[in-house]
């Protein structure tokens, strides 16, 4: 069983920085994508990054391309979200997912993290 641990979330002022982290751990070979959602109050579910490690492709949402950065640290399988020159709009609860490349970035991963909330004010 893949569990997925966020942390990092917090509150920040317009203009600021925060990390996000995402512990993995049952992870198995098909579990070559790595993503990272965000659900903002009363809008839908959007993917903000995705990275398909064995591929080696990024995505970025326009909203956020320049500002946010993916990374994943090989030795423990942890994934990072760099969010910078944050704005009120990127708030939101924040969740990781892991599965293949292609079902992360059609938004059907096969395992989520329980989220971690991002508060920027204005």
């Known amino acids: 069983e893949v569990q997925l641990v966020e942390a990092g979330g917090g509150l920040v002022q317009a203009g600021g920085s925060l990390i996000l982290s995402c512990s993995a751990s049952g992870l198995t070979g098909d579990d070559d994508g790595i993503g990272w959602f965000r659900r903002a109050p009363e809008k839908p579910r959007e993917a903000v990054s995705c990275l398909n490690v064995s591929a080696g492709g990024t995505y970025y949402a326009d909203s956020v391309k320049g500002r946010f950065t993916i990374a994943r640290a090989n030795a423990n399988d942890t994934t990072y979200l760099y969010l910078d020159s944050l704005k009120p709009e990127d708030t939101g609860v924040y969740y990781c997912?892991?599965?293949?490349?292609?079902?992360?970035?059609?938004?059907?991963?096969?395992?989520w993290g329980q989220g971690t909330q991002v508060t920027v004010s204005s």
């Open positions: 997912a892991r599965g293949s490349g292609p079902d992360v970035l059609a938004g059907t991963p096969r395992s």
